[in-house]
């Protein structure tokens, strides 16, 4: 699948892809902790904290699971933080109250900020289409699905897949449906799927290999603590970041161990913008900022007075700060060289002080 460098796309009012600053997606996921004035007061805090766009989840517990009683339902991860739960207790806890998202996407337009959301089965889809959402999610766990990949690739609307957990062969595949299914805008996000997940399990490096493998854009969903694996995506070319947020860890829910506070979005958006700033260009022109202090640069200065028809020597020259004098390559070139005239101590050393 390798080809030519997709390119941007608007995401909303966004552009994403090449040349862009990284769109900043803040993950609400289930830290509303089932309040609807904390959903939005959630969108409050990322269109403060500077991002582009909040995420929402849209399944209910029903559409995820099954309510039963039976071993394979439980999580039973000894360091899992839902450790104890049937899978349909969490998702119930978690999930964004279908009647939700209208205000919420009305406080994401009334704020300035993009919203989009993972949908998890095809009546979510169908519900969210009402809402002309920008783009569509697919969460790791379902980046096997290609039945609802193929559903959210019809609707024409940029696809943003996680790659958690995938094989490369599933990743391929995934990838495949969504473009056999009319997707023209497709970004991959590399991802490890545990919460929260190490900083040495991440390897970032394959961020650049999804793009140039693929042909697609490419970006991170991060899971790690702290900011640091996003701004090292940045400075890699990651064209999205995806962290989850909450208002305070200290409230508690599902994902609030693991996700950033106001405060910490705010210095990642800030520190992903920078990161990308700093990128620029393949470049060795001296920079603008740079040309003031060229002259503080070393050069050749006479250090002893010199007689009229005196030899240049290195008792008499040195190499030193400022740079007003000859450069130093010059050195070799000035030696036994002698004075046209006297030359003082201080003198930046020039060749029309030299006899030819």
Request: proline share 6%; charged share 25%; hydrophobic share 35%.
């Amino acid at each position: 699948m390798n080809g030519m460098p997709p390119e941007p796309f608007k995401l909303g009012a966004r552009t994403v892809g090449e040349g862009q600053p990284p769109l900043i997606v803040a993950e609400m996921s289930g830290n509303h902790n089932q309040s609807l004035d904390r959903a939005l007061e959630l969108v409050d805090a990322a269109a403060d904290s500077g991002a582009d766009a909040v995420k929402l989840q849209t399944y209910t517990a029903d559409t995820m699971t099954l309510d039963i009683d039976k071993a394979d339902f439980y999580i039973d991860d000894p360091g899992s933080l839902w450790k104890g739960k049937t899978l349909y207790q969490l998702y119930e806890e978690a999930h964004t109250l279908w009647d939700w998202h209208e205000p919420i996407i009305e406080r994401c337009r009334k704020r300035d900020i993009e919203w989009f959301s993972t949908p998890f089965d095809d009546t979510a889809v169908e519900f969210l289409e009402q809402f002309d959402p920008p783009a569509y999610k697919i969460a790791s766990f379902e980046n096997i699905d290609l039945p609802l990949i193929r559903k959210v690739a019809s609707t024409g609307k940029p696809v943003i897949i996680s790659t958690g957990m995938a094989s490369l062969e599933e990743i391929g595949e995934a990838v495949q449906t969504a473009r056999d299914s009319g997707c023209r805008d497709l970004v991959l996000l590399h991802c490890v799927s545990s919460y929260p997940a190490p900083a040495n399990e991440y390897h970032l490096k394959t961020i650049a290999d999804l793009a140039e493998r693929f042909a697609v854009h490419a970006g991170l969903s991060d899971h790690t603590l702290g900011t640091a694996v996003a701004l090292a995506a940045t400075s890699l070319g990651a064209c999205v970041i995806e962290k989850h947020f909450t208002l305070k860890r200290s409230d508690g829910g599902p994902d609030a161990a693991f996700s950033l506070e106001p405060g910490e979005l705010k210095q990642l958006c800030e520190g992903c913008h920078t990161a990308w700033q700093a990128l620029g260009r393949v470049n060795y022109d001296r920079a603008p900022c740079e040309e003031r202090n060229v002259k503080f640069r070393r050069s050749i200065y006479v250090v002893r007075d010199i007689n009229p028809g005196e030899a240049i020597t290195a008792d008499n020259i040195k190499t030193i700060r400022p740079g007003y004098g000859l450069p130093p390559k010059h050195w070799d070139s000035v030696l036994g060289k002698k004075a046209r005239e006297k030359i003082d101590r201080g003198t930046p050393l020039q060749w029309s002080l030299l006899e030819p």
